[in-house]
């Protein structure tokens, strides 16, 4: 900073109003935590083995496409994508594996270390979540930013939490919370709140539980300020997208929705008809005769 003369003493010059204004953003902005939330139920709604509702939480000057069919060197996914790195934070691959990736609370955000927006088509290219789940384990360490990774499919679910190394988890049936601190770690006021909401929702039939999960993903009564919500709203930062998720007992009674924007603000969209697509394309006919099988 230039230095000014006041008297005997060296001072600091007062920085303008702009740089003011420029610093307090900057203070801000390193400030605000990375939070998303995906809330998943495995394996508990009779008709729908895996369902997931998930906000995207990001600052709103980063660019992003809504969802589409992405070809990747393993084959389609069906994900939305991230413009600036180049990656997605949650998709579905033809099997029926869903995957999806949230910043987690750790060191500070190291921008050297690789972009955490490729781990879910790395994790899609495999045929089983259970496969999936092998893949994440299998990152080196020391290599992105923390991390937590969920992937299910109807037969099983699991998170990987990563600070420096991978760790996985076998989540049992049930719903399940996974945000930017310890999946279902109900000592957080948060997670707490909307393990209780997901345990209500799991409780309704597969014909009500898009709406219901709909309805708490543009809830905004926490109590505990924005970031607490669960659609967050602040000047620089706040919920960009949402989507939900629901795999039937076959693949043509599977769903997907996809608000472009605050859900509070922007309806569902229906991309449902991509799905039979992204089977067209990966070889696997119609979806009409593909009947699930769970274990």
């Not at 740089?19 to 203070?27: H, I, P, Q, V």
Request: charged share 25%.
């Amino acid at each position: 900073m230039p230095l000014g003369v006041y008297s005997d003493f060296a001072v600091a010059a007062l920085p303008s109003p702009i740089e003011r204004c420029d610093r307090l953003y900057t203070r801000t902005r390193n400030a605000l935590p990375a939070m998303c939330t995906l809330i998943a139920i495995h394996r508990t709604v009779s008709g729908a083995p895996l369902v997931v509702a998930a906000n995207r939480d990001e600052y709103l000057d980063r660019p992003s496409e809504g969802p589409s069919i992405q070809e990747t060197p393993s084959g389609p996914v069906m994900a939305p994508r991230d413009v600036r790195a180049g990656g997605t934070w949650l998709g579905v691959n033809p099997t029926g594996v869903f995957a999806g990736v949230t910043n987690r609370r750790g060191n500070p955000q190291d921008s050297s270390l690789r972009t955490r927006g490729t781990l879910v088509f790395e994790a899609l290219a495999a045929a089983t979540a259970r496969e999936g789940a092998r893949i994440i384990t299998r990152v080196p360490e020391d290599a992105y930013n923390a991390f937590n990774f969920f992937i299910a499919d109807a037969n099983d679910a699991f998170v990987i939490t990563y600070d420096d190394r991978p760790e996985v988890r076998e989540l049992a049936p049930g719903p399940h919370l996974v945000g930017n601190v310890e999946p279902d770690d109900r000592r957080e006021p948060k997670v707490d709140r909307l393990m209780e909401r997901a345990e209500k929702v799991a409780k309704c039939g597969r014909e009500n539980v898009l709406d219901e999960l709909s309805s708490v993903c543009r809830e905004h009564d926490s109590g505990g300020g924005p970031l607490a919500d669960t659609c967050v709203h602040t000047p620089l930062y706040g919920t960009r997208s949402s989507c939900l998720y629901l795999q039937g007992s076959t693949r043509s009674e599977d769903h997907f929705f996809f608000a472009e924007g605050s859900p509070c603000t922007q309806p569902n969209q229906d991309f449902t008809a991509l799905l039979p697509e992204l089977s067209r394309r990966a070889g696997h006919g119609t979806r009409e005769q593909q009947s699930r099988r769970v274990t």
